[in-house]
């Protein structure tokens, strides 16, 4: 066997032996997972390189998802379920369709609990589309109108009247798209950052194809 200058055996490539390894407890990693829904193997990967941080752990796991995002965001995605959700007052209804790559996603508990989330975030903010770029031309020129009447005659400079109409435009279009609403149960993300963490955890393109709510 070979040894480093300290008389003990050195460390392969693959070994978790390096410099920089520390010790981290079942505990720690079930706690992340219970988090997060990563694999075992991703918790205890990034609570060694976060030193045992459980919050820097868990914000290395969603930068790694969403790296992992970008890179399936080009791959079809054919496969998926349709999630119907009936609100408790009866009057209003939601129908999702989420698509990913395989049917074995499809049936992951992981993907089913998404596509129900989107369904009430759905039932409950009542988005009008799933991206502003979803918007139809003439709408955001109507509207672009609206704000632009609106200061018309508020003697502001015309450059500023524009940013303000850029802001109001874009204000509005985070209200009524689906992926950049907040999300209902954590306002803190964005329904976009809620997909894109699932994409991280199972590794497929994952996204709304289409939507349909109804009330009355």
Request: glycine share 6%; aromatic share 6%.
């Amino acid at each position: 066997m070979r040894y480093c200058a300290e008389k003990r055996p050195l460390c392969g490539k693959n070994d978790r032996l390096g410099a920089n390894f520390m010790a981290i407890s079942l505990e720690l990693i079930k706690s992340l997972r219970e988090k997060t829904a990563s694999s075992l193997a991703d918790c205890r990967s990034a609570l060694e390189e976060a030193k045992g941080d459980l919050a820097k752990a868990e914000e290395l796991l969603r930068i790694r998802g969403k790296k992992i995002a970008e890179k399936k965001s080009d791959r079809a995605a054919n496969a998926g379920l349709v999630e119907a959700y009936v609100h408790s007052n009866g009057r209003v209804g939601v129908l999702v369709e989420l698509r990913c790559e395989t049917d074995f996603v499809a049936r992951n508990e992981l993907f089913k609990e998404l596509a129900h989330d989107l369904a009430l975030q759905i039932a409950a903010m009542n988005p009008k589309y799933i991206t502003a770029q979803d918007a139809p031309a003439e709408f955001v020129a109507k509207e672009r109108e609206n704000f632009e009447k609106e200061f018309a005659g508020s003697g502001k400079p015309a450059d500023i009247v524009k940013k303000i109409v850029e802001g109001k435009l874009a204000k509005l279009f985070e209200e009524q798209s689906l992926y950049t609403q907040q999300f209902v149960k954590d306002p803190a993300r964005s329904v976009k950052d809620l997909i894109t963490d699932v994409v991280g955890k199972l590794g497929e393109n994952i996204r709304v194809e289409r939507f349909v709510r109804y009330e009355f």
